[in-house]
């Protein structure tokens, strides 16, 4: 079994690794770790495998847009987490078509994975956990891999946040330390079929879908002048209740948590790409106080946002 990371898309190898079958070893776990510089680009990459898992852990400075690609040479299941900065990514499947994640957001996806195309702007770091299926299959049972194939994204919980500071950072050795990883990989497995359940559980018909996405579309409109959730349920007909519960469930976010990516996603794209200054875009992503709105965006992606107009 290999792991490949690799410039997009020309191809330029940035790191690989050859790991057993099943990413199984005598060891109790295995760890790597290497710092890496490409083209002016810096990769810290850390990894830790053992029988069914490989843990992933990925920080990457780049000076521009750097595209690049993480493959493995077997198909398995995937759980994609953003612990700082931003990522725009798409799985094999899905021919280029992006998604994002910012800060404490996540993507169970529970499919047939094998590589993930990235694009990173700013200094950004991601963790990631791949399952092989045959392991899966035995720690879940055979049917559940076909029952779910679709990819949830949702804010990061501060129950799933310790979960995966304790996989980054754990505090034993040898079996235990095994036992222990294990353990916090089954916490995420349950969080999963959890967040899948409570999915099938909330029934919309398809004019409240309807309405919810045209609520989506409003809060993208007006990021200077956003609607009070009661003002946005009676611009698109729908209770606020029925709104508030069914956006976090459709878009993952609350609708102020939805305004806020959004707003920060915006506010970097001024910065970086049309090199507008930090009052400037504080005003456009709807903040009335400019230091409100560094505070913030430091806080979203660990960087100052002067930082980014730079040429």
């Given at each position: 079994m290999k792991i490949k990371l690799s410039t997009y898309p020309k191809g330029k190898i940035i790191y690989k690794n050859t790991y057993p079958d099943n990413f199984d070893s005598i060891k109790d776990v295995n760890e790597e770790a290497v710092t890496l510089e490409k083209d002016g680009v810096k990769y810290h990459v850390k990894e830790k495998w053992f029988r069914g898992i490989h843990i992933g852990i990925i920080e990457?400075?780049?000076h521009q847009e750097e595209n690049f690609c993480l493959e493995s040479s077997q198909q398995h299941i995937g759980f994609l987490f953003c612990m700082s900065g931003a990522i725009n990514y798409c799985y094999n499947h899905e021919q280029d078509n992006f998604s994002s994640l910012i800060k404490n957001e996540q993507?169970?996806?529970i499919g047939n994975v094998n590589s993930i195309k990235f694009k990173v702007t700013a200094k950004s770091r991601y963790l990631y956990i791949q399952l092989t299926e045959q392991y899966f299959r035995e720690v879940t049972g055979g049917e559940l891999i076909n029952y779910i194939k679709t990819a949830i994204q949702k804010s990061i919980s501060p129950e799933i946040g310790l979960i995966?500071?304790?996989i980054i950072y754990p505090k034993h050795e040898g079996r235990i330390k095994r036992l222990f990883l294990e353990a916090r990989i089954f916490e995420l497995i349950i969080a999963y079929f959890n967040q899948k359940l409570e999915k099938q559980i909330l029934v919309?018909?398809?004019e409240d879908v309807e309405k919810i996405l045209l609520a989506k579309q409003l809060v993208e409109y007006d990021l200077q002048h956003p609607n009070s959730l009661m003002e946005l349920s009676r611009k698109v007909g729908i209770n606020d209740y029925k709104l508030k519960r069914g956006?976090?469930?459709?878009i993952g976010h609350t609708v102020f948590?939805?305004?806020?990516?959004?707003?920060m996603e915006k506010a970097h794209y001024f910065l970086s790409k049309e090199?507008?200054?930090v009052n400037e875009v504080s005003f456009l992503v709807g903040y009335k106080n400019a230091q409100h709105f560094i505070t913030a965006f430091?806080?979203?992606y660990n960087i100052l946002p002067g930082s980014l107009n730079k040429s």
């Open positions: 990457i400075d780049p993507d169970f996806n995966l500071q304790q919309l018909k398809k956006f976090k469930e459709l948590g939805y305004l806020h990516k959004i707003r090199k507008k200054t430091k806080k979203q």
